[in-house]
């Protein structure tokens, strides 16, 4: 009996194994095709698309590196994630402290109507916003994407901000109000600070869904002076449509930075999302 249970466990991890091999190759794969891609010239990607180049091409890479465009497109990146991920933490923290901390009637309807916004699709939304965004005028404008960017991420925000703050112990509020503090106080000092692992998985959240955000600003940004990477790699791989290797190398070079910043936060992302579904 013993014998048998083991051969079976064995086999589960077997299988576990097996999967976890094909969804890595899944995701390698097209990495390593873009990386490799990018050092080699259009000839090689023909005939050899997944071996080393042989010689190197490590122009793709440096011309790229040496164009101010590429800059530009990556500081309207940066600035447009930046900013909508500030004010959708922000207000979402706020939001979530009163839905977590205190009783109201309509607090549950409320609760309700964001996780509903977590259905609503974005792009049933994208005529209707460009007209509110046209008549407000902020088409061209950075604020065009900020702020519908901050009000999509609101939902999925919330509810993860609001499940770890209900895992603060009332206890502690209570000392606090006992020492002078204020909800105000309790939250400023107290509660974030604490919350500060389920901060960085909303913060990594908003920043990723910006910088993979194409169509809201090719719908407001029709000066090219404010196109973020992804419409950057569209006019890239237009102007070099039969140079695919410098496409593959734009591509991977405008995927570094979020990389990056999710390599550094991952363990923060992790205990944040551990700590909002244990809540």
Known sequence: MTGTTNSSARSRRLVLHLVC?????????????GVIGGFKDNGQLSTNPLGLPDPWTPGNYTDILSS??????????????????????????????????????????????????????FAVAILPLFVLLR???????????ILPQAAFGLPITIIILRQFFRTIPGEVEEAATLDGCGPFGFFWRILLPMARPALATVSVLAIVASW????????????????????????????????????????????????????????????????SVKG
């Not at 091999?21 to 095709?33: N, S």
């Not at 008549?135 to 994407?145: H, K």
């Not at 006019?235 to 070099?240: D, E």
Request: charged share 10%; net charge neutral; no cysteine.
């Open 21 to 33: 091999i094909a969804v890595g190759a899944l995701i390698v794969v097209p990495v390593w095709f």
């Open 68 to 121: 101010q465009v590429f800059y530009r497109n990556l500081f309207n990146s940066l600035l447009v994630a930046v900013s909508s991920t500030f004010i959708v933490v922000a207000t979402a923290a706020m939001a979530a402290f009163v839905f977590a901390r205190y009783a109201f009637r309509g607090r549950e309807l409320l609760v309700t109507l964001f996780a509903i916004g977590l259905m609503f699709p």
């Open 135 to 145: 008549s407000a005028g902020l088409l061209d404008n950075p604020l065009g994407v």
């Open 212 to 275: 993979n955000n194409f169509m809201l600003p090719l719908v407001v940004f029709t000066d090219q002076s404010w196109w973020t990477l992804p419409l950057g790699v569209q006019a890239f791989q237009g102007q070099y449509a039969d140079d695919t290797a410098r496409v593959l190398a734009y591509v991977v070079l405008s995927m570094v930075p979020a990389l990056a910043f999710y390599a550094v936060a991952e363990r923060q992302l992790i205990g944040g999302l551990a700590g």
